[in-house]
């Protein structure tokens, strides 16, 4: 038991993406008892068992389809043959409580200065985990992104060398327009939760007229929240940072952006 919650610990540390199966009750013939677990990785790796045969490929789809709806189920299983949903003949039915163990949603930086600084402290000031990557070491030290990870890796690489999925919010500031155009065309088409790009009304106006030109459709180009952040009247990069994760926020909860005091006259104004 203990290797196999330390192989959780491990996981989580990784920030890996995995799903813990406990069998919480067992009626009649069942392959495990009562407090049997497994872990199922989003990869479909696993270890331990709740009963193995075909129980367990049922088990392993579901904490599959728990894993990318980051809820939490209870299922149960029939072993009672001749029951329609039956998955086997020992005469028993399970009931499997599946919890996904998620790393926290990642703000994604890409460039180290001065914005990034201040992006960095407000997303994890929020409960966000922060990734900041750039491809000068000396920009990414201690002491500029105190307590966040930061990565060395080639703008050209991003593709290939970063995990980049629905719990990821890219937010591009590198110090060129190139480079902001290079990470761009590696991301645009990923499944990620957010993708901003600082930059002037005028640079994004010939940032997109050249990924149009470059055959990428209106559906991805919509996708890019660009100018970035909320119109707060930020200008110092402190200001900035804040209505970037403003943004973040709004667009993970599905909100309106709107003032709460002028969301309570409408509401007053409707109730009257």
């Known amino acids: 038991m203990e290797e196999f919650y330390a192989a959780i610990a491990e996981a989580l540390r990784a920030r890996e993406s995995i799903a813990l199966a406990t069998v919480v009750r067992a009626e009649g013939s069942t392959p495990r008892n009562a407090g049997a677990q497994m872990v199922v990785w989003d990869t479909g790796r ?50 499997v409580f599946i919890q996904p163990l998620l790393p926290p949603e990642t703000v994604l930086i890409f460039g180290a200065g001065h914005v990034a600084q201040h992006l960095a402290r407000a997303a994890a ?10 491809d000068r070491p000396e ?20 593709r290939a060398s970063l995990r980049l999925d629905q719990r990821t919010h890219a937010v591009i500031v590198t110090r060129s327009h190139a480079h902001d155009e290079e990470v761009l065309e590696q991301l645009i088409d990923q499944p990620l939760a957010y993708l901003g790009v600082m930059g002037s009304r005028t640079k994004v106006r010939l940032m997109f007229q050249r990924l149009r ?33 403003a943004e973040i926020l709004q667009h993970r909860h599905g909100a309106t952006g709107l003032p709460l005091s002028q969301k309570a006259r409408a509401v007053r104004g409707e109730e009257g």
């Not at 045969?53 to 990318?68: M, N, P, Q, W």
């Not at 985990?129 to 750039?134: A, I, N, R, W």
């Not at 470059?214 to 200001?239: K, Q």
């Open 139 to 158: 920009f990414l030290t201690a002491e500029r992104f105190p307590g966040v990870r930061t990565q060395l890796i080639s703008f050209s690489d991003v």
């Open 46 to 95: 696993t270890l331990g068992t709740v009963g193995g045969g075909t129980l367990e490929a049922y088990v392993i789809r579901d904490s599959l389809a728990a894993l990318k709806g980051g809820e939490p189920v209870l299922k149960e299983y029939s072993l009672e043959g001749g029951q329609p949903e039956a998955l086997g003949v020992c005469g028993g039915r399970a009931l």
């Open 213 to 245: 030109e470059a055959g990428y459709s209106e559906d991805l180009l919509a996708r890019v929240h660009a100018p970035i952040g909320l119109d707060i009247g930020a200008e110092t990069p402190a200001e900035i940072a804040v209505s970037i994760v």
């Open 125 to 134: 000031a929020a409960g966000l985990g922060v990734l900041v990557v750039d």
